[in-house]
């Protein structure tokens, strides 16, 4: 094929891809992670327009106004009156629930975990998201202590798939920039349960130095549910900064990741998780960051280096600089931008509302 003839093709391959996608996703409504609402969850600054989500009730009824199909929120605090309540609205909005919960420690906590997911399940929910620990490389400084956190890993996933088990439900595991893919797969393996699965954030592990395509590709066979996630990047001296972009405006091909997962794991809810918030610094230039990455492979770096270079931006938005108003009028612009993009361009369902809500701002 000729080159010219290559550059012709490219916008009947890209059409192509989205059609296929249109097809996989007909009718399925995108989900919301609570962490998109940072700022309007629980907030004590009041607004008008944009007024606090008090619990999990008030969150549903802005999402059934935007058409959120799942929505994945933490429920440690609630008691049965809530969950029913939760139940009943689920019905009603024809909407899904994922219950976010910390995981039992020690066997002293699993009394508390057992108490929570029993809570979770008079809500309607199945399944259950949770994570493991925060960024390696802000955690931990010393190879040593990080392999002793490691060792307790399966210990506390084992104690919570007793449960699980037990309950009748399933357990989604972040991967939070905590451990590398290769890991995350010994990890899953070595429990062999149907019970505890993967929730698997799509840009998380660029932080890593991990490839998120790749990422995505070798962990799609574990995935349970999706943090459906654009990455915006900027270059700085010490590594590189990332953070959340509304879909579609970041560096991810998303459209790509979504056509793996719908192959491996075609099940699965997708939650847009677009956190407005400043950037993440990845220092992967300093001495520090490699201090629990003995075995990394400089090709690592180089190829994110590459990537940042490439497609970084000349600066990333400062959030924490801006208003409390500011940024709840910025984050819900970034929420109604990403589901527009969803469902033009990544197959998802599209309700006129939103279009109108989106023109407003």
Same mark, same amino acid.
């Given at each position: 094929?000729?080159?010219?003839?290559?550059?012709?093709?490219?916008?009947?391959?890209?059409?192509?891809?989205?059609?296929? %996608?249109?097809?996989?996703?007909?009718?399925?409504?995108?989900?919301?992670?609570? +962490?998109?609402?940072?700022?309007?969850?629980?907030?004590?600054?009041?607004?008008?327009?944009?007024?606090?989500?008090?619990?999990?009730?008030?969150?549903?009824?802005?999402?059934?106004?935007?058409?959120?199909?799942?929505?994945?929120?933490?429920?440690?605090?609630?008691?049965?009156?809530?969950?029913?309540?939760?139940?009943?609205?689920?019905?009603?909005?024809?909407?899904?629930?994922?219950?976010? /919960?910390?995981?039992?420690?020690?066997?002293?906590?699993?009394?508390?975990? #057992?108490?929570?997911?029993?809570?979770?399940?008079?809500?309607?929910?199945?399944?259950?998201?949770?994570?493991?620990?925060?960024?390696?490389?802000?955690?931990?400084?010393? /190879?040593?202590?990080?392999?002793?956190?490691?060792?307790?890993?399966?210990?506390?996933?084992?104690?919570?798939?007793?449960?699980?088990?037990?309950?009748?439900?399933?357990?989604?595991?972040?991967?939070?920039?905590?451990? +590398? #893919?290769? @890991?995350?797969?010994?990890?899953? &393996?070595?429990?062999?349960?149907? +019970?505890?699965?993967?929730? %698997? &954030?799509?840009?998380?592990?660029?932080?890593?130095?991990?490839?998120?395509?790749?990422?995505?590709?070798?962990?799609?066979?574990?995935?349970?549910?999706?943090?459906?996630?654009?990455?915006?990047?900027?270059?700085?001296?010490?590594?590189?900064?990332?953070?959340?972009?509304? /879909?579609? +405006?970041?560096?991810?091909?998303?459209?790509?990741?979504?056509?793996?997962?719908?192959? &491996?794991?075609?099940?699965?809810?997708?939650? /847009?998780?677009?956190?407005?918030?400043?950037?993440?610094?990845?220092?992967?230039?300093?001495?520090?960051?490699?201090?629990?990455?003995?075995?990394?492979?400089?090709?690592?770096?180089?190829?994110?280096?590459?990537?940042?270079?490439?497609?970084?931006?000349?600066?990333?938005?400062?959030?924490?600089?801006?208003?409390? @108003?500011?940024?709840?009028?910025?984050? @819900?612009?970034?929420?109604?931008?990403?589901?527009?993009?969803?469902?033009?361009? %990544?197959?998802?369902?599209?309700?006129?509302?939103?279009?109108?809500?989106?023109? &407003?701002?």
């Amino acid at each position: 094929m000729l080159r010219r003839d290559l550059l012709l093709s490219l916008p009947t391959l890209l059409a192509l891809r989205n059609s296929t %996608l249109a097809a996989t996703f007909s009718g399925q409504r995108l989900g919301l992670a609570i +962490q998109s609402y940072a700022h309007r969850w629980k907030s004590s600054h009041s607004s008008l327009k944009y007024p606090a989500f008090r619990d999990a009730l008030d969150v549903m009824d802005h999402g059934r106004e935007i058409g959120v199909g799942s929505l994945q929120i933490d429920m440690t605090d609630w008691d049965r009156g809530l969950a029913q309540k939760v139940h009943s609205s689920c019905e009603s909005y024809d909407m899904k629930i994922e219950g976010s /919960l910390r995981l039992p420690q020690a066997v002293g906590d699993v009394d508390r975990f #057992t108490r929570e997911i029993k809570i979770g399940k008079e809500a309607g929910v199945t399944l259950f998201h949770t994570v493991l620990g925060g960024a390696r490389y802000e955690v931990f400084t010393r /190879l040593a202590d990080y392999e002793q956190w490691k060792s307790t890993l399966r210990r506390t996933l084992e104690l919570a798939e007793t449960v699980a088990r037990k309950q009748g439900v399933q357990i989604a595991v972040e991967n939070h920039q905590d451990l +590398q #893919t290769s @890991e995350w797969i010994e990890l899953m &393996d070595s429990l062999s349960s149907s +019970q505890i699965g993967i929730c %698997l &954030d799509t840009g998380s592990n660029l932080g890593l130095l991990e490839s998120p395509l790749e990422v995505v590709r070798r962990l799609a066979p574990y995935t349970l549910s999706v943090h459906l996630k654009d990455v915006a990047v900027h270059a700085v001296e010490d590594g590189f900064e990332m953070t959340a972009a509304p /879909l579609g +405006q970041g560096i991810l091909d998303l459209p790509e990741m979504l056509s793996i997962l719908r192959a &491996d794991a075609p099940r699965v809810e997708y939650h /847009l998780k677009m956190p407005t918030c400043d950037a993440l610094h990845v220092p992967c230039m300093r001495d520090a960051y490699w201090s629990t990455f003995p075995e990394k492979s400089g090709i690592d770096l180089a190829r994110t280096l590459t990537l940042i270079q490439k497609k970084g931006l000349p600066k990333l938005p400062q959030i924490s600089s801006i208003s409390p @108003e500011g940024k709840l009028v910025l984050e @819900e612009k970034n929420i109604l931008d990403s589901f527009s993009y969803a469902g033009s361009s %990544l197959g998802f369902y599209q309700i006129q509302i939103m279009k109108a809500q989106a023109e &407003d701002h």
